[in-house]
């Protein structure tokens, strides 16, 4: 059984920078892709960004890019958000989700979810 957990989020003003962690236990994290998504209030799930399994492919949409930075690290089962420049609508309910596909799908592929970590934009 895949567990989850994400560590990271808080409050923090327009503008910083925020990196948030996934640290994956009971199962092979080298194997899955891996992805942050996340969810504002009265809004639809999105995708933020994801990573192959080895590492080698990553997507970040395209009106992220240069923001979100996904990294991984198989050593340490670990998973990782940079977010820069964080903006007021950056606020949301982050997720990281793990594929047991080894490449990058959509996010409906997505089949073990960790509990989410709030990250607050505020001025």
């Known amino acids: 059984q895949v567990h989850l957990a994400e560590s990271g989020g808080g409050i923090v003003r327009p503008g910083q920078s925020l990196k948030l962690s996934c640290v994956s236990s009971?199962?092979?994290?080298?194997?899955?892709?891996m992805g942050w998504f996340r969810q504002a209030p009265g809004k639809e799930r999105e995708t933020v960004a994801q990573?192959?399994?080895?590492?080698?492919?990553?997507y970040v949409p395209s009106s992220e890019k240069g923001r979100f930075t996904i990294s991984r690290d198989n050593a340490k089962n670990t998973l990782y958000l940079q977010i820069d420049s964080l903006k007021l609508e950056d606020t949301a309910v982050y997720y990281c989700?793990?594929?047991?596909?080894?490449?990058?799908?959509?996010?409906?592929?997505?089949?073990?979810w960790g509990q989410g970590t709030q990250v607050t934009v505020s001025s």
């Open positions: 009971g199962g092979t994290f080298s194997s899955y892709s």
């Open positions: 990573i192959s399994a080895t590492g080698t492919s990553t």
């Open positions: 989700a793990a594929d047991e596909y080894r490449y990058i799908r959509n996010m409906r592929d997505y089949t073990i």
